[in-house]
């Protein structure tokens, strides 16, 4: 089993910044791409943002230049450095991990989820 805790979520106020953190564990052999998906009320889930076991990163557009997305492989945590929050970032944000297990088959997991609500 591969688990994933999102750490973070919070209330604030439009126009500041939060940080939320994944962390993995379990028996990994290796972690793969990791991403950040959200869903807001009502909607369907949606990318944030990827990036590669090299740190290549990917972002959906609605964040470029207010989120960057980092990890660190030696703690297997994923971060999400969110800026100039906005009321359209209201959601449950959930951290995404692929790789291989011990034994050789792949996982694809997903994280519980950690609410982020931004007001206005």
Known sequence: QVQLVESGGALVQAGVSLRLSCVASGRIVSINTMGWYRQAPGKQRELVATISSCGTPNYADSVKGRFTISRE????????????????????????????????????????????????
């Open 73 to 120: 492989n030696a703690k297997n945590t994923l971060y999400l450095q969110m800026n100039s929050l906005t009321s359209d970032d209201t959601a449950v944000y959930y951290c995404n991990a692929q790789g291989r297990r011990v034994g050789g088959t792949s996982y694809d997991a997903w994280g519980q989820g950690t609410l982020v609500t931004v007001s206005s």
